[in-house]
């Protein structure tokens, strides 16, 4: 199973991204496949995740109404579209997908058994 992120690069405050996970092994659509970021000196944090099993489809707080997370079957790869970006969405986007996370569980990162290599997005102010 591999998990490949991407779409990160440094971009202006206002600006908009769109991060890809693209997988190989797995069928997406059959796993909650999950987006967190690590800021510069930061814990990792949830930012948003998609399990079409179970319906869920949620952003955290902090991004909610600029960010917003989707899939394309065909291409096997989940996006993350980021909108209206600040400075403090700096951080590298890491992907993850598990096949067997629980509702009360998805935001948490030990849920998830497979993880992309991160990729950088830098907001210039």
């Known amino acids: 199973v591999q998990l490949q992120a991407s779409g990160g690069g440094l971009v202006q405050a206002g600006d908009s991204l769109r991060l890809s996970c693209a997988a190989s092994?797995?069928?997406?659509?059959?796993?909650?496949v999950a987006w967190f970021r690590q800021a510069p000196g930061m814990d990792r944090k949830f930012v948003g995740v998609?399990?079409?099993?179970?319906?869920?489809?949620y952003v955290a707080d902090s991004v909610k109404g600029r960010f917003t997370i989707s899939a394309d079957n065909t291409r096997n790869t989940v996006y993350l579209q980021m909108n209206s970006l600040r400075p403090e969405d700096t951080a590298v986007y890491y992907c993850?997908?598990?096949?067997?996370?629980?509702?009360?569980?998805?935001?948490?990162?030990?849920?998830?058994?497979?993880w992309g290599q991160g990729t950088l997005v830098t907001v210039s102010s």
């Open positions: 092994g797995v069928t997406l659509r059959r796993y909650a």
């Open positions: 993850a997908a598990s096949s067997s996370v629980i509702s009360s569980t998805l935001a948490s990162q030990t849920a998830y058994g497979y």
């Open positions: 998609i399990r079409r099993s179970g319906g869920d489809l």
